[in-house]
């Protein structure tokens, strides 16, 4: 038996790359979202995060898989502008939508950041089809389970149960797992 899945917090994000229009929660549902927080001058981030979002977003169609990435800064503020950015999101070839997190003001961490409670970068959520939060993980998330929990949503399907037995996936505010 599965606990209430909480609803996914909305993002606060100041400026969009690779999209024409500003997204949010709303806008994407009836998709599975992959968010991932990264910061470009994160090593975990460049390392293994970007390229597995760009392995994610190769490999699953875009109206079942949204992938987004979302540019937290927490440190070195000046060094990770939007100008910054681009030039890293070009050179890194990144082809999904970006948003860069809005600052909080006096607060180092970004309002996003902060809504989730995430512990730093790279931080991988995963929201369902109805904009309920599945996944928050700080650190890397090996390949091969982020694609099985991915995998699992979709076949979720937009109006059915969170334990779909017949698919063999069982949802919990954890995380989905194939049985």
């Known amino acids: 038996?599965?606990?209430v899945i909480p609803a996914a917090p909305p993002w606060d994000v100041a400026q969009w790359f690779n999209t024409d229009r500003p997204l949010d929660l709303a806008a994407l549902r009836g998709r599975v979202i992959v968010l991932g927080a990264f910061q470009m001058l994160c090593p975990g981030c460049?390392?293994?995060s970007i390229p597995q979002l760009k392995r994610v977003h190769a490999l699953f169609p875009p109206g079942d898989v949204a992938v987004i990435g979302l540019h937290s800064v927490f440190e070195h503020h000046e060094a990770m502008g939007a100008i910054a950015l681009r030039a890293f999101l070009h050179e890194y070839r990144v082809e999904f939508p970006v948003g860069i997190d809005r600052p909080?003001?006096?607060?180092?961490?970004?309002l996003t950041m902060r809504a989730?409670?995430?512990?730093?970068t790279p931080t991988t959520i995963l929201i369902d089809?109805?904009?309920r939060l599945h996944r928050q993980t700080f650190g890397h998330l090996p390949d091969l389970q982020l694609g099985a929990e991915v995998m699992a949503l979709v076949r979720a399907g937009p109006g059915l149960p969170d334990q779909n037995a017949g698919a063999g996936a069982v949802c919990s505010t954890t995380g989905c797992a194939l049985m």
């Open 46 to 48: 460049v390392e293994h």
């Open 129 to 131: 089809r109805k904009g």
């Open 116 to 120: 989730y409670g995430m512990q730093g």
């Open 1 to 3: 038996m599965t606990g």
């Open 104 to 110: 909080g003001g006096g607060d180092p961490t970004p």
